[in-house]
């Protein structure tokens, strides 16, 4: 079974990927861009975007895990120079957590006599000596790369193959279809409620897509009452000398 919050971590850039293509898309198409404009925009938002949020996303892991080796580093030392006092630190924090004395104590010993390193950091900090492959700083970019990308993909494609008169009402459904479909996996992995996390998602990307339609519609319209500066080349042209 796939990690719940790994599931939520694909919703989250997945949306990123159908809401950041949704503006950007709506954007250039209300203010006139040509088919070729607006899909050179959203291919450009599709790669750009998910190679930046891979980034961010690995340097993120990979600071985290440098923390984590830091404390398994300072954890070891100590075990190595007071193993006596980091197993009454164990016992200690099974009698904080409602334990007897007695039965603490024999946590304790056992956990420290099978592994003392992994008890400590498992116990104190909720830490892994192994990190997991699905935490490593390259998967956890590869998530978001593909997270960002299988979102943006299907809007991009609708500039491929739906035809200019019919893109925006094509489009904004394709919003809704595919936010619907990652709410519904996010409720299906019991991240939140179904239908609260669906109708957000469709609102906020359809508020989104109708905002920025608007938006370049605005931008045409101004650019259309703006004086238009001719150039007349031949001033430009330096006249030959005598």
Request: net charge negative; proline share 5%; glycine share 8%.
């Amino acid at each position: 079974m796939v990690d719940a919050s790994i599931v939520r971590k694909w919703v989250l850039d997945a949306n990123d990927g159908i809401i950041s293509t949704t503006g950007i898309m709506q954007g250039f198409a209300g203010a006139g861009a040509n088919e070729q404009t607006v899909l050179f925009a959203a291919v450009a938002v599709m790669v750009t975007g998910g190679l930046s949020l891979g980034g961010a996303a690995y340097a993120e892991a990979a600071q985290d895990r440098a923390a984590e080796l830091e404390v398994i580093k300072r954890e070891r030392e100590l075990i190595r120079m007071s193993p006596e006092q980091q197993v009454a630190e164990l016992r200690t924090h099974y009698m904080e957590r409602g334990l007897e004395p007695a039965l603490a104590a024999q946590v304790a010993d056992q956990l420290s006599a099978k592994d003392p390193l992994a008890a400590q950091l498992e116990t104190e900090f909720g830490i892994l000596e192994d990190a997991p492959p699905a935490t490593r700083p390259l998967a956890v970019a590869a998530r978001g790369v593909f997270g960002f990308i299988s979102g943006a993909l299907p809007l991009t494609l609708t500039v491929v193959f739906v035809p200019d008169d019919w893109r925006f009402l094509v489009s904004m459904a394709v919003v809704v279809l595919s936010l619907m479909a990652t709410g519904l996996v996010s409720a299906r992995a019991g991240v939140g409620h179904p239908m609260r996390s669906v109708s957000r998602s469709i609102l906020i990307g359809l508020f989104i897509g109708l905002l920025s339609f608007l938006a370049g519609n605005v931008f045409d319209l101004v650019d259309q009452f703006l004086p238009q500066s001719e150039v007349d080349v031949t001033e430009l042209t330096p006249s030959p000398s005598p």
